[in-house]
């Protein structure tokens, strides 16, 4: 299963961490957690390189991640509040394969 945790900040996202495979299918051929990593790299390619908004990103195996810094919440809100929605899309068509949490994360 893939956990997608959501960092809060005053109310506000603040970043997000992907991790884990969602085991719909083998690496390779996992649709699900293709579309999450597509959507995971878009959100953080926009907020990095074409907003230029000061952020801590990574992609490691198996975990993709950002969290902004203090201050630019609110720059990156409807961004993030689209990621927020398209990834509990996902999770409703997928419920057994993604879980969504709100919280806290090491190492974005």
Same mark, same amino acid.
């Given at each position: 299963?893939?956990?997608?945790?959501?960092?809060?900040?005053?109310?506000?996202?603040?970043?997000?961490?992907?991790?884990?495979?969602?085991?719909?299918?083998?690496?390779?051929?996992?649709?699900?957690?293709?579309?999450?990593?597509?959507?995971?790299?878009?959100?953080?390619?926009?907020?990095?390189?074409?907003?230029?908004?000061?952020?801590?990103?990574?992609?490691?195996?198996?975990?993709?991640? @950002?969290?902004?810094?203090?201050?630019? $919440?609110?720059?990156?809100?409807?961004?993030?509040?689209?990621? $927020?929605?398209?990834?509990?899309?996902?999770?409703?068509?997928?419920?057994?394969? @993604?879980?969504?949490?709100?919280?806290?994360?090491?190492?974005?």
């Amino acid at each position: 299963m893939t956990r997608v945790t959501f960092r809060l900040r005053e109310g506000r996202i603040s970043g997000f961490c992907l991790e884990g495979h969602s085991n719909y299918a083998e690496s390779g051929n996992d649709i699900v957690c293709a579309a999450l990593s597509s959507a995971a790299y878009l959100v953080i390619n926009t907020i990095t390189d074409v907003m230029s908004i000061p952020s801590s990103a990574s992609a490691e195996d198996g975990r993709i991640g @950002i969290t902004i810094e203090k201050g630019y $919440e609110e720059k990156c809100r409807e961004i993030m509040r689209g990621f $927020e929605i398209h990834i509990n899309a996902l999770k409703k068509q997928y419920p057994k394969h @993604i879980k969504v949490i709100y919280g806290g994360f090491k190492n974005a």
